[in-house]
């Protein structure tokens, strides 16, 4: 099976998963083909790709047509964490004037070329499977080079954080403190970690499905200002996400 | 007669960007480091935020060393409150980062740069023939990502850092029962000093000014001052009056340069040339076993510096683990107040500074924030330069081989500088 795993706008956390996976590393790589991993071998075999890894937004117009040729070369095309599935930390220029941006940053903001928006892979090419998280947890992406190896892709987990808190038995940081926690809107993966050391989730797995974000903003007590900021996080690009975020910044009105 | 050679992308470094060299045999026309990687503007979509969402929000600048940043951050805000960090909570911040460094340094070890010194494409292809040394380093990997997840919650963007310390300590026996696999892992990070030291490395000496931090009494991780073997001694507020970020055409990362003074070098090298006496006795005793001894200026012999490196963070984790109480509480109350703070520590790659001015409501005005990668662009292509007559006497493959393989010296994080290298030699 041939391998793919391609970068755009992102912070190579998602794709270093992959070459976390030490204890597979090694096997992983006598059953599949890494014909296109850049950042961890010179070696390169042309498509087509029977799976395509794809990490990062779409921020370019060079890499709006990247990602085209990288569907057009691949079997399953796989996209893997929040900047490819919701746009990332950087979708938060979504939400105000890029140039203003850029000459935040850059002396001479003519040089860079940049799209105004950070858009998720979905918006560019149709996507086989979405694997959510900032960054990515281990398994579900060892499972989804498994189910690759089969001719198939996984059927994933979609409930929420909450529940994956509840599983692991740990004292509800909201009911008991009062700590504002999108735990109840958000995606299962992460294994429940910020409430089990006490903190309120901040939602690196974005919103899950069918969520209702609007009846947990008037449980969750914190400014508007500070909640609207809660949502604005890795995961802003994904509506449900954004939604809230305007809500708030009404009732801030 | 002209004569171009392009390679579409420079492998085993994290991120995007293009390297070209121009001349012919004798006379070296242009060299330039291109760094693609498509901005992601973090100081912008810092303005506005909560001080507090500093050391979150700046993690995701790079899934490599993100703990660097968020430790960056904290020393920044810290300043700014005037609040001291108890000796407890600092100490598992530099156990933190000890398991940061190991992952880090393994990871661009025996991934990225030993490939080059034996001559494979990669690790996977290395493993077949060198199968020991490959599941060393992996394991030895792995217990510095085991080291982030026992303490920061997950090993990518952990989950357990604030302002002023930790969101909950992690209990003594979760921390001591690392033990074993740390005592394994000096002993590891020894044998691959000694294992590296008789690699052969090609001649080169540069004159780098070197750039690192300094602590009073320890090797630097976590704040001290900055000083440079061109004898520069500043406090961290002072950064920003002696060095200065440069926006190039070509590239979408700053470069760093020294005022009045140019490029210079900050990481592994810098670093030990720079603290060869705060070195423990670990890491002292066999980096003379191996012969290495500072000044050392070769860029390739970085890959021994790093790996001295691990043998003394795999020290210091025995004997923080050791040691180690849960911090009560586990994080210093602090409020915000307007003004200015300003923080650098030591990331696997290098002196990593942040600048915050704060409004009274806690919401960041402005941020700068300046990576390793950045700093060292200019010495990158000066190394560049320096090889370029060799490079245009090999032929293509063997050139851009050795080409890539010299910015693997300085193991570059593009992601954190702004994506990948696209080489291309052009010969007149």
Redesign the interface.
């Known amino acids: 099976m041939k391998v793919a795993v391609w ?11 992959l ?2 996976c ?2 597979e ?2 096997t992983l ?2 059953v599949v083909e ?1 014909a296109h ?8 075999v042309e498509g087509p790709y029977d799976l395509s890894i794809v990490e990062g937004s779409i ?2 117009a060079h ?1 709006a047509e990247q990602i085209q040729r990288v569907r057009r070369e691949s079997r399953f095309l796989v996209a893997i964490g929040a900047c490819a599935t919701a746009g ?3 979708a ?2 979504n939400f ?1 004037d ?1 140039q ?3 000459e ?5 903001p003519a ?2 070329d ?1 799209l105004a928006a950070s858009a998720p892979i979905s918006e560019h090419v149709s996507v086989d499977l979405e694997l959510r998280g ?2 990515i947890a281990r398994e579900p992406l060892l499972e989804t080079i498994r189910a690759a190896l089969r001719g198939c892709l996984p059927r994933l987990a979609t409930d929420s954080v909450c529940m994956e808190c509840k599983r692991r038995g740990t004292v509800c940081v909201m009911v008991a403190h009062g700590t504002p926690c999108l735990g109840p809107v958000t995606h299962v993966g ?1 294994g429940a ?2 409430p ?4 309120g989730c ?1 939602g ?1 797995f974005g919103p899950k499905e069918t969520v209702n974000v609007a009846a947990l903003e008037g449980h969750l007590e914190a400014a508007p200002e ?1 909640i609207r ?1 809660l949502f604005l ?2 995961n802003a690009g994904a509506p449900a996400f954004a939604q809230a975020a305007r809500d708030e910044a009404k009732h801030r009105g | 007669m002209k004569r171009s050679i392009e390679v579409d992308l420079l492998s085993r470094v994290e991120g995007t960007g293009a390297l070209t060299i121009r001349g012919q045999a004798g006379h070296v026309e242009e060299v330039t480091l291109r760094i693609m990687e498509p901005p992601r503007f973090f100081e912008a979509l810092l303005q506005g935020r909560g001080w507090e969402e500093a050391p979150d929000i700046t993690a995701r600048i790079c899934g490599l060393c993100p703990v660097a940043y968020q430790m960056s951050a904290c020393h920044a805000m810290e300043a700014l409150a005037g609040v001291e960090i108890p000796a407890a909570i600092a100490a598992l911040r530099r156990l933190l980062y000890c398991g940061e460094w190991i992952a880090s340094h393994c990871a661009h070890m025996f991934l990225l740069h030993l490939p080059d010194f034996l001559g494979y494409p990669d690790l996977i292809a290395m493993a077949r023939e060198h199968g020991e040394l490959a599941r060393r380093g992996l394991r030895m990997k792995q217990i510095g990502n085991a080291m982030m997840r026992a303490i920061g919650g997950r090993e990518v963007h952990p989950v357990n850092v604030r302002l002023g310390g930790f969101y909950r300590a992690p209990e003594r026996e979760a921390v001591q029962a690392m033990v074993p696999d740390l005592e394994w892992g000096l002993q590891a990070a020894q044998e691959t000093v000694e294992d590296f030291a008789r690699l052969e490395y090609q001649d080169m000496e540069r004159d780098y000014e070197f750039v690192s931090l300094r602590e009073p009494e320890r090797y630097p991780i976590l704040g001290g001052r900055i000083v440079s073997s061109g004898g520069l001694d500043c406090a961290v507020y002072e950064f920003e009056d002696r060095f200065e970020e440069r926006q190039v055409p070509y590239s979408t990362a700053l470069h760093s340069v020294l005022r009045g003074r140019g490029h210079y070098l900050c990481g592994p090298l810098a670093r030990i040339n720079l603290n060869f006496d705060r070195l423990g006795p670990a890491a002292l005793e066999v980096a003379t076993r191996a012969g290495f001894t500072v000044p050392c200026t070769n860029p390739f012999r970085a890959l021994l510096a790093r790996a001295i490196e691990v043998v003394q963070a795999f020290d210091e984790a025995v004997a923080l683990v050791r040691d180690y109480v849960p911090p009560e509480p586990a994080h210093v109350p602090m409020e915000p107040r307007q003004g200015r703070g300003c923080g650098a520590t030591e990331a696997p790659r290098g002196l990593l500074y942040h600048r915050y001015d704060v409004a009274a409501n806690g919401l960041i005005e402005e941020a700068r924030i300046v990576p390793p990668t950045s700093q060292n662009q200019g010495s990158m292509e000066d190394d560049l330069r320096v090889l370029a007559p060799r490079l245009l006497e090999m032929d293509d493959e063997a050139a851009r081989r050795q080409a890539e393989w010299a910015i693997r010296n300085h193991d570059p994080c593009i992601s954190c500088a702004t994506h990948f290298l696209d080489l291309r030699i052009e010969r007149a």
């Open positions: 970068k755009f706008a992102s912070c190579d956390g998602c794709q270093l998963m070459l976390d030490e204890r590393l090694l790589g006598e890494f991993f850049p950042e961890a071998s010179s070696a390169r921020t370019t890499d990332g930390i950087q938060l220029r105000r890029v203003g941006f850029l935040a940053v850059y002396a001479e040089y860079i940049t900032c960054p992460c970690l910020c089990s050391v006490g903190r901040y690196c500070a900021r996080n890795f």
